[in-house]
């Protein structure tokens, strides 16, 4: 049967199979090079500055075009700007496999970065298309977010076999099936969505990323004790951070919305959002070097030994959906947040007393289900709390909060001396957020 057959109802599935796929592997992107980083660094003969880059590489812009990436897709089209995304993605996960250099490798993870952006908003744009209906659409979200969030569990696992199988290059090449197989998915008209007339402030956008990118390189140079390098680095900081705020002022379509940074609900729940990926992408990036080089186990090993921490992301949402539903959002989130505290110390004590894999495993369950107790709850926190009409720049403005905070987990947490003070250093994090969003007023 040709897909010129098919019913619009399969059409409708294919689609949505396709978009979810897309968000996978974007998601995948940036868990799978964490079992690399060993592998990465004697091949490319890099530091732990340069592991840190090419992994912020990726956040950094990730995170800031995502502030922007949802009014392209309004602008542009969301199927034009998806199937772009996911064209760029695949064509650079393939030239990443065979970098020569580290400084061509970030430079390709920062083009894979921007590509990802692309995907997030356009592909939540096209599943309000395909699904008009909103309990239909419930159910597509549910299925794009069981299929996208897989790719967090996956991510340390698929890296680990690819790794001992291949080296380090495997774990980009399996983005290019993926790539085809969303493209042709995605392909049909049941997914266009039409054009709008939004315009974009793309040297606030330019801005914005700016900050992001010299706030991480001023937090990897400390890290490194190259404090003149930093101190220039912060200077500029606050330099294009002025220029941001100046040009955020005289913009009448403003990167970040005004109303939305007005609300206490608001603002703790993006410091909330921030927090779990500090904790949960720095882990990502610290732990595996303490896997690999003090507990010498191999690449997939490595794998294996962080599903106490992923498997709850694709287990728990389901009950934490059920437990918001009746109580509100507010106690999954507290609940989270103490259970990612209490797991950080855990690791960090276990980490600091030379204990076996079974403690750590303790500490890595406690972070493991209290990221998957916060993140599913935390959207319908945020946008409970925002203006009406700020609604979706709400869900937005979150994603973009959450991947900074991951770009800076990886550049703090990577730079503390030891890991055991790192995972304690995400414990204050998580608890400072926690207490934050308990004293923020509900709506």
Known sequence: MTFARTTPATRRTAALVGISFGYFMVLLDMTVLSVAEPDLAASLRTSMAGLQWATTGYTVVFGALLLSAGAVADRYGAHRVFRAGVLVFGLGSLLSALAPTLAVLV???????????????????????????????????????????AAVAAGPLIGGVLVDWAGWRAIFLVNVPIA???????????????RGDRRIDWRAQAAACAVLALLTDALVAAGARAWVHAAGSGIATVLAAGVFAVLERRSDTPVLNPALLRSRGVLAGLAAGAAVNFA??????????????????????????????????????????????????????????????????????????GAGYAWLALGLLGCGLGVSFVLPALVSAVIGAAPAQAAGAAGGLLNAVRQAGATLGVAVMGGVAGPAAAMVLAAVVCAAAGMWFAAAPQR
Do not use: K
């Open 180 to 194: 085809v197989l969303v493209l042709a998915l995605t392909l049909g008209r049941a997914a266009d969505t039409p």
């Open 280 to 353: 949960l992408n720095g882990s990502l990036f610290v732990l595996p070097l303490l896997f690999q080089q003090d507990l010498r186990l191999g690449a997939a090993a490595t794998g294996l030994a962080f599903l106490p921490l992923t498997l709850p992301f694709v287990l728990n949402p389901p009950l934490v959906g059920r437990l918001a539903a009746r109580v509100g959002p507010r106690p999954p989130i507290l609940l989270g947040l103490t259970l990612l505290a209490a797991g950080g110390v855990a690791l960090g004590a276990a980490i600091q007393a």
């Open 107 to 149: 430079g390709l993870r920062v083009v894979l970065g921007a590509a990802g952006a692309a995907c997030v908003p356009a592909s939540m744009a096209m599943i309000a298309r395909l699904y008009p209906e909103p309990a239909a659409r419930g159910r597509a979200v549910a299925t794009w977010a069981a299929i996208s969030g």
